[in-house]
């Protein structure tokens, strides 16, 4: 009897994974705050599957590179050197991040303008932050930022987890951070 018990026991377990509920899909498009000025998931007609789209892959824009002045067209120079980890923030989840970049990226040409620092999208605890590198103002077109973040999703995720910083896509003035707040 008591090897009958136990194999019960192990075909009912079997089974109750088998048909156990999946996991439920996070609503990205009901939770995702834009930045100020930003327009809101809803006004863009964006859906779950827009911002849970896999990220691209590929050759990206030089990210914080410019031309210098002194000899335009033969000469760049790096500005802001991304990095990982941001000191005392803790890394946000890589789904929540990957969902603020499907929306930047869906601003497309949209300024994102950033005077000192300022809040551009959030995800449950998962912040974008965008802030002015060298001068008081900046501003890129929203797709930029958002390549800008892809750079610390590519290169700083730790177990699920993503903290880092890049310059905006061909701006080395606007900085994006990306961490858990």
């Known amino acids: 009897m ?40 809803k006004e863009l007609g964006l859906t779950n599957a827009d911002l849970t789209k896999p990220l691209p892959t590929g050759v990206e824009l030089n990210n914080g590179i410019e031309e210098r002045s002194a000899n335009p067209g033969k000469e760049l120079f790096k500005r802001y050197d991304p990095f990982c980890g941001i000191a005392d923030r803790g890394g946000c989840n890589a789904n929540d991040a990957a969902a603020c970049f499907n929306y930047l990226r869906n601003l497309n040409e949209r300024r994102c303008e950033v005077s000192g620092v300022i809040r551009m999208c959030v995800v449950g605890r998962c912040q974008w932050y965008g802030r ?22 590519d290169n700083c995720n730790r177990g699920g987890r993503i903290s880092g910083s890049n310059a905006a896509g061909g701006n080395g003035n606007l900085v994006v951070d990306i961490f858990e707040e």
């Open 2 to 41: 008591v090897g009958f018990t136990k194999s019960a026991v192990t075909v009912l377990a079997l089974l109750g994974a088998t048909y156990a509920a999946p996991a439920p899909e996070v609503d990205y498009a009901s939770i995702l705050i834009p930045g100020p000025g930003l327009p809101s998931v």
């Open 132 to 153: 002015s590198f060298g001068k008081g103002f900046a501003s890129s077109f929203c797709r930029d930022v958002a390549w800008g973040g892809k750079w610390v999703l």
